[in-house]
């Protein structure tokens, strides 16, 4: 079985500080794993993916993750946030070769000026 | 330009309507998703397909019904809308073994 847990629902930076987003995840099969971002009103737009290659994984807009399989985490983090940022986030697991899909969540980023 | 499109992006119509919320994509990918979302929630997949001729209902029970006649084309459709069907509808379509999925704007729709 797979799940996925966001464990903030909400985070508050400042602009200019670092940003993490904590994601734990449980999964039978070799998971793959996604950070998708929404923007109000808009449709989910992919920010990076791990799929069994290097497990430090960088994305758009500065954002990177690291999978950490001891852990079982897949946080997402950005060294210095933007005012831009401000979203939702969701993190994702998928069945690799298969076709269950579970989303997190997901944890509002508020950015502070 | 490869993308996945959604129409109309935004409706309001009256309790007991017909409407089908269309979605396309020009990936040529054989999996595709309908969710549903209400405001700052997450989102709960409401029907999938695998390709042509195959629809599944996913986890979250909705009235709403799917067809996929073409590899492009899923068009969600609900025959008598109510109040409770005001949400978010995205579509998103997958390819390959990693499941890796692309959305579509979505649908506003509201239902009075």
């Known amino acids: 079985a797979q799940s996925v847990t966001q464990l903030d629902s909400h985070v508050s930076v400042s602009e200019g500080t670092p940003v993490l987003l904590r994601c734990n995840y449980s999964?039978?099969?070799?998971?793959?794993l996604f950070w998708y971002v929404q923007h109000p009103n808009k449709g989910l737009q992919l920010l990076l993916k791990?799929?069994?290659?290097?497990?430090l994984v960088k994305g758009i807009n500065g954002f990177e993750a690291e999978f950490k399989k001891s852990e079982t985490s897949f946080h997402l983090t950005k060294p210095s946030a933007h005012m831009s940022d401000a979203a939702e986030y969701f993190c994702?697991?998928?069945?690799?070769?298969?076709?269950?899909?579970?989303f997190g969540a997901g944890t509002r980023l508020f950015v502070k000026a | 330009e490869a993308d996945i499109y959604q129409t109309p992006r935004y409706l309001v119509i009256g309790t007991g309507k017909k409407i089908t919320l269309e979605c396309s994509q020009t990936?040529?990918?054989?999996?595709m998703y309908w969710y549903q979302q209400d405001p700052g929630m997450e989102l709960h997949l409401i029907h999938y397909s695998y390709g042509v001729n195959s629809t599944e209902k996913g986890d979250l029970s909705s009235e709403s019904t799917v067809s996929r006649i073409r590899t492009e084309h899923f068009p969600l459709t609900l025959e008598s809308a109510r109040p409770s069907h005001t949400s978010q509808y995205l579509c998103?379509?997958?390819?390959?073994?990693?499941?890796?999925?692309?959305f579509g704007p979505g649908t506003r729709l509201t239902v009075l």
């Open positions: 998103a379509s997958s390819e390959g073994r990693h499941n890796e999925q692309f």
């Open positions: 999964s039978s099969y070799s998971p793959s």
């Open positions: 791990y799929t069994s290659a290097a497990t």
């Open positions: 990936m040529g990918h054989d999996k």
């Open positions: 994702v697991v998928s069945e690799t070769g298969g076709f269950k899909t579970i």
